[in-house]
């Protein structure tokens, strides 16, 4: 059997075999055929945008792999920053090679003061923290313009460290400054997930020693979030990416796409969703309201898993662990009764919809004290590995600038009429 598509073309009768590689066909080869056809695809759903060597996704049988290795091992043996240098560089480090790496991220965490004093302290006293976190990550790319030098791996290599170091930084200083409090610097003797602890709740004490379990907990939803394939923020990294940006500019068009409801600022959307359901006799008529198409069911499906999304597994375990020290969320029992009853009910069974990441994500977040506009950074602070791994893949696959077409369906031509005439 030849592992090939045949396309015909019915008005000439013209025949091109194309074959299957990787799971694709080259779209390059089909316009040979039918040059001005399109595939209409605006939202990606039949189109394999990239090619890449990083995180494998398969929906159908809920696996997640970074560089080859399940995300369930790495969550449970690895750390973050251990996770962000397979994602980034392709391997797992040696000890010495994870220790250069530890003290290069842990030497670049403090941010420039202009940064801190005089542009994220110009933001509106009530700003929403990842509004402040997109444009502070793009005000980065002004403070260092050699990052426009994209082709140069050790160019490239400082920035990566300098973005996966400061995310950190600048989420907590959003924090702080939202609530009135003095931003606090980093402390190089905190390893990176207690590090991010101590910037976010530190008040008068000399040094914040965050709860190991919660700290630990924190870094497992770093290592959970670190990168998820061509989803719709790391498209955006490639897009802007192709255009030669640099990287930090690409990487706020990354975190702006991750802030949207529908992909990182889902989390946050879940809790708004469970206290608006707020008791346990009232999950029946939202499950009804989420039926009749007056809502969805936030937390809930994925365009890519059809059977589970492994991390809202892994997420479900990590929750008992802190909700051990936090005490129990008190959302949990309405989150477990709409799992329950959504799982039990063909609307969902049909549709394939399962709980995502998200839906248990935001049930430790605000356990562990983090407000719920904090949800979305939470996200960003890990998935800045991932964006970076795609750009530089995309850099080094040569790719061409992203230049989709249309189909065009407006009006036919027409002539120019001068505004006194018109009707
Ligand atoms: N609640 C109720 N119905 C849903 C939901 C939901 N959460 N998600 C999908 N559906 C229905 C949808 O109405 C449609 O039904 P029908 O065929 O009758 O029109 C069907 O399922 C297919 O939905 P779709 O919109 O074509 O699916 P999609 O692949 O375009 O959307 C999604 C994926 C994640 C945007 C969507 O499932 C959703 O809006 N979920 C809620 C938001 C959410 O939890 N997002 C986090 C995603 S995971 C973390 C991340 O990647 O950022």
Redesign the pocket.
Known sequence: MANSITITDNRTGECLEIPIADGGIDAQQWTKLLPGIWFFDP?FGATAAAASAITELDGERGILRYRGYPIEQLAQSSSYLEVAYLITHGELPSPAQFEDWRYEITHHTFIHENVRKRFMEGFHHDAHPMGMLVSAIAALSTFYPEAKNIHDPAVRQKQIIRLIAKMPTIAAGCHRFSVGMPFVYPDNSLDFAANFLAMMWKTAEPRFDANPVLARALDVLFILHAD?EQ?CSTTAMRVVGSAHADPYTATAAACAALYG????G?NE?VIRMLNEIAELENVDSYIAA?KR?ET????????VYRSYDPRAAIIKETAHDVFEITGKNPLLDIALKLEEVALGDDYFIS?E?YP???FYSGLIYQAMGFPIEMFPVLFAIPRVAGWLANWVELLEQDARIARPRQLYVGNPPRDYVPIGERQ
């Open positions: 939202a998820h989803n409801p529908r992909h990182g889902a959307a989420v198409g969805r069911l936030q937390g809930f499906g994925h365009r549709r919809l995502n990441v998200d």
